[in-house]
């Protein structure tokens, strides 16, 4: 309701204007605690995490402020403050070295690069698209010929074991789960707080307290079985679905934002915990990215 609300009173170009500068005093808190007391703000690798809990956390947001500079950049808000914005959002994720988060801005940011050639017209957009099929067929010629080396040197690149930083040991958990109670599932956040499942065990396996499975599909399969698993899928595209066709008819590149935070969305589902959860920013905001009714000028420039 709050996303809703903040959508048909404010309009998306200040919504994406609102979370910039929220993102952005969070940012420089960061670097302001981080130079002050590091000790407090750094793990013991040397990860960057700010005034958050955990660097992930940090990596997830200054990716999606990436998203946000980038969108308002192009649509000539305030561009110097915007560059600013961008660069540091960009330190801090670097800084983080989260490689989810890395691989979700970079996931954003792709569809803006398709949209700002098709936005130039029919002889650029032909020329790029023949660049990506030509890059697409080498690719595949490449995974075909190495594939498992390809794999294994990506996952080393960023810092990953083939276990993905022990996220397959909380999907085999969560997946032995699902299968007891495969239908409608054993309840919102129950398998955490219940002493009947395998929370405990999971918790002495990988030595840390986690209240999610790193992975929103499974998190869904357990808590609402596969009525649950569909319909959380069946919202996701048919909300892409709708702000691609949202973005079809509008002019502006903050319109392009909701597309990015999509395309960003769909990484951190597999792989973090952004939506199933109390009060979190990204289900918010995948509620306020929605078209609703609204005057004419709600989503206008100014």
Request: proline share 3%.
């Amino acid at each position: 309701m709050t996303g809703i609300t903040l959508r048909t009173t404010m309009g998306l170009s200040r919504l994406v204007r609102i979370v910039f500068l929220g993102l952005l005093a969070g940012q420089l808190l960061s670097v302001i605690l981080t130079v002050a007391a590091p000790g407090l703000t750094r793990g013991t690798d040397g990860n960057w995490s700010g005034i958050y809990s955990h660097k992930n956390v940090l990596g997830s947001l200054a990716s999606l402020q990436i998203l946000c500079a980038a969108c308002l950049f192009l649509q000539g808000w305030n561009r110097l403050l915007i560059a600013f914005g961008f660069c540091l959002a960009l330190a801090l994720l670097l800084a983080t070295r989260s490689a989810t988060a890395l691989v979700a801005a970079t996931a954003g940011l792709m569809p803006l690069a398709a949209i700002f050639a098709w936005r130039q017209g029919k002889h650029v957009t032909g020329f790029c698209l023949g660049i990506a099929i030509a890059l697409a067929g080498v690719g595949i010629l490449l995974v075909v010929a190495r594939g498992a080396d390809i794999s294994a040197s990506v996952l080393s690149d960023l810092g990953k074991d083939t276990t993905l930083t022990g996220r397959t040991i909380l999907w085999r958990f969560g997946l032995d789960q699902f299968w007891r109670e495969p239908l409608i599932g054993i309840g919102y956040k129950a398998y955490w707080e219940s002493p009947l499942t395998t929370a405990a065990y999971l918790h002495f396996i990988t030595k840390q307290k986690l209240w999610f499975f790193h992975n929103n599909f499974i998190d869904a399969a357990v808590a609402f079985g596969i009525v649950g698993v569909v319909l959380f899928t069946v919202a996701l595209l048919d909300t892409a679905r709708r702000v691609i066709a949202h973005f079809a008819r509008s002019s502006g590149y903050v319109e392009a934002w909701p597309i990015l935070f999509m395309s960003q969305l769909f990484v951190l589902v597999c792989f973090e915990c952004p939506l199933l959860v109390n009060h979190g920013l990204h289900q918010l905001l995948l509620a306020a990215i929605l078209p609703v009714v609204r005057s004419p000028t709600a989503d206008g420039n100014d």
